[in-house]
């Protein structure tokens, strides 16, 4: 028995050293074998279920909150005085993607057209779309600044059409009507006489084009033959670039379509995509690292910079002609319309846009636009994108219906397009994406943890019982020395 105790502990001690080499050998595959699987899943394919139906169909709530800036003086505003307003809302809709028209090319690309549709949400909304506010007619006071430097008699003309139409420098409509559309005789007259000068054929109204429509002929790379090109947008609507800014920068379509980006996010890493919506490509950058339902994120914010004017930003002189910071001029890609997005309530603008107007109280946690995303796939996990639709306003000689208006940036509506990860889809994002490499993590520790304190147990042990075992042969030699000893003296008596 005492012969077979150093054979289990050299056992042990063999086990321990396996258990060790596996770990250790654990340490460097499991992350391989992981970022393989996440490459595998990402690419876009029909093959991959999960990922490919995220992708197709954007299988989370998603929805469209409106506030409207509602004028309290119109009349003072004509006058000259500062315009003062309150904001309404929200205003919700529930909003649905569907990609449709999907054709894989043999490049690596694949080619798409996401339609967008809008439900009104009354049970989420602070009012409904019956309810009445009053806003600028950008019909008036939009085609006046456009008409600004057309002759005298032209302008004449102009505001001889807008009394014809009865149309003044204020609407006071339901919000239903200005978000989708309106009858109006101005828009039928314009659009037979002046065809081209808005972008509307039918009602008018500041989301018509966007219900029931689509954001474009999208094509972006599968990353099937690298998968940091994944989502990246190979062209849309055929053009590798862009026909409204000034500069190549500028003009440059870059990054992915907003959805998706690549995987292995750093905190260097930034969020570029193109916005149709807003005729340019943006970028978003690393702010702080965070948590939702268990899952690690990296959240993204805009930079100070990304609607600063040329003379604080240089490489934005290409969307100029500028205003103040704060301020993107989109009247290029909105038939000349003097139409500038923001963030909402001016913030991060100059400060000095909040002086003309009374009413806004910017802050970062209600205005400020963020993307938190899970940087080991690049696919977001909760999203808020918040911008600022605003209308330039002044007084044009000529045109009757802009009285006595100041100069100003006039905020119209502010809109948050927002989303998040929920449900079934999140419980099976954890547990792929976080449980299982956690618990492979601990196992390989485990193993490693475990084979040394089985090596030097078994080190312990074995040590001990080679000492019992070379004390029992001692005193064994030594008894047999003394018995033989004990024979020799008896025999010599």
């Known amino acids: 028995m005492a012969i077979k105790r150093p054979?289990?502990?050299?056992?042990?001690?063999?086990?321990?050293?396996?258990?060790?080499?596996?770990?250790?050998?654990?340490?460097?595959?499991?992350?391989?074998?992981?970022?393989?699987?996440?490459?595998?899943?990402?690419?876009i394919d029909p093959k991959n279920d999960l990922t490919y139906t995220m992708w197709k169909d954007i299988p989370v709530p998603f929805f469209m909150s409106v506030y409207f800036f509602n004028v309290?003086?119109?009349?003072?505003?004509?006058?000259?005085?500062?315009?003062?307003?309150?904001?309404?809302?929200?205003?919700?809709?529930?909003k649905q993607c569907q990609k449709e028209n999907i054709t894989f090319h043999p490049?690596?690309?694949?080619?798409?057209?996401?339609?967008?549709?809008?439900?009104?949400?009354?049970?989420?909304?602070?009012?409904?779309?019956?309810?009445?506010?009053?806003?600028?007619?950008?019909?008036?006071?939009?085609?006046?600044?456009?008409?600004?430097?057309?002759?005298y008699v032209l302008r004449l003309m102009m505001s001889a059409t807008f009394k014809t139409f009865k149309e003044g420098p204020f609407l006071t409509k339901p919000v239903g009507e200005l978000m989708w559309g309106y009858d109006s005789g101005l828009v039928d007259f314009l659009n037979q006489y002046l065809p081209g000068m808005i972008p509307t054929s039918g009602k008018f109204g500041l989301f018509?084009?966007?219900?029931?429509?689509?954001?474009?002929?999208?094509?972006?790379?599968?990353?099937?033959?690298d998968i940091r090109k994944v989502h990246r947008v190979d062209s849309w609507n055929g053009l590798t670039e862009l026909p409204y800014w000034r500069t190549a920068q500028s003009n440059m379509i870059n990054g992915t379509a907003g959805q998706m980006w690549p995987p292995f996010m750093t905190k260097q890493s930034t969020l570029p995509f193109y916005s149709p919506d807003a005729c340019r490509s943006m970028e978003l950058v690393y702010q702080r690292p965070g948590e939702m339902n268990g899952i690690p994120l990296y959240r993204y914010v805009a930079p100070k910079t990304l609607f600063a004017n040329g003379t604080d930003y240089a490489p934005n002189e290409g969307f100029c002609p500028c205003r103040q910071s704060g301020l993107l001029n989109v009247s290029s890609c909105r038939h000349n319309s003097p139409v500038f997005i923001s963030h909402p309530h001016f913030f991060n603008a100059d400060p000095v846009l909040l002086d003309y107007v009374q009413?806004?109280?910017?802050?970062?946690?209600?205005?400020?636009?963020?993307?938190?995303?899970?940087?080991?796939?690049?696919?977001?996990?909760?999203?808020?994108?918040?911008?600022?639709?605003?209308?330039?306003?002044?007084?044009?000689?000529?045109?009757?219906?802009?009285?006595?208006?100041?100069?100003?940036?006039?905020?119209?509506?502010?809109?948050?397009?927002?989303?998040?990860?929920?449900?079934?889809?999140?419980?099976?994002?954890?547990?792929?994406?976080?449980?299982?490499?956690?618990?492979?993590?601990?196992?390989?520790?485990?193993?490693?943890?475990?084979?040394?304190?089985?090596?030097?147990?078994?080190?312990?042990?074995?040590?001990?019982?080679?000492?019992?075992?070379?004390?029992?042969?001692?005193?064994?030699?030594?008894s047999c020395i003394l018995h033989n000893k004990g024979h020799r003296a008896v025999k010599v008596q």
């Not at 911008?387 to 940036?409: A, C, H, P, R």
């Open 359 to 478: 009413g806004l109280n910017p802050s970062e946690e209600k205005h400020g636009l963020f993307i938190d995303i899970h940087p080991q796939t690049g696919v977001p996990l909760n999203v808020s994108i918040r911008l600022q639709l605003n209308l330039y306003m002044k007084k044009v000689s000529g045109i009757t219906e802009t009285g006595k208006i100041s100069d100003v940036v006039m905020p119209m509506i502010w809109f948050e397009e927002n989303g998040y990860i929920d449900g079934p889809i999140v419980n099976t994002f954890r547990t792929n994406l976080v449980v299982l490499p956690t618990v492979l993590e601990y196992l390989q520790y485990i193993l490693i943890g475990l084979g040394l304190a089985t090596i030097i147990i078994a080190a312990v042990v074995y040590r001990k019982v080679k000492v019992k075992l070379k004390s029992s042969i001692t005193l064994g030699f030594q």
């Open 208 to 225: 018509s084009e966007f219900n029931n429509s689509n954001t474009g002929l999208f094509t972006v790379f599968t990353g099937k033959d």
């Open 72 to 94: 309290l003086n119109p009349a003072e505003i004509l006058k000259g005085e500062k315009p003062m307003v309150e904001q309404r809302g929200p205003y919700v809709y529930r």
């Open 7 to 43: 054979k289990v502990a050299i056992g042990f001690i063999v086990a321990g050293v396996l258990m060790v080499l596996f770990g250790t050998i654990m340490c460097f595959v499991v992350p391989l074998v992981i970022d393989d699987q996440i490459v595998k899943h990402t690419v």
């Open 107 to 151: 490049n690596g690309t694949v080619s798409y057209r996401e339609y967008r549709q809008y439900h009104f949400e009354p049970s989420m909304s602070a009012g409904n779309e019956s309810d009445v506010v009053t806003i600028p007619n950008m019909l008036v006071l939009g085609a006046s600044v456009m008409m600004e430097n057309l002759p």
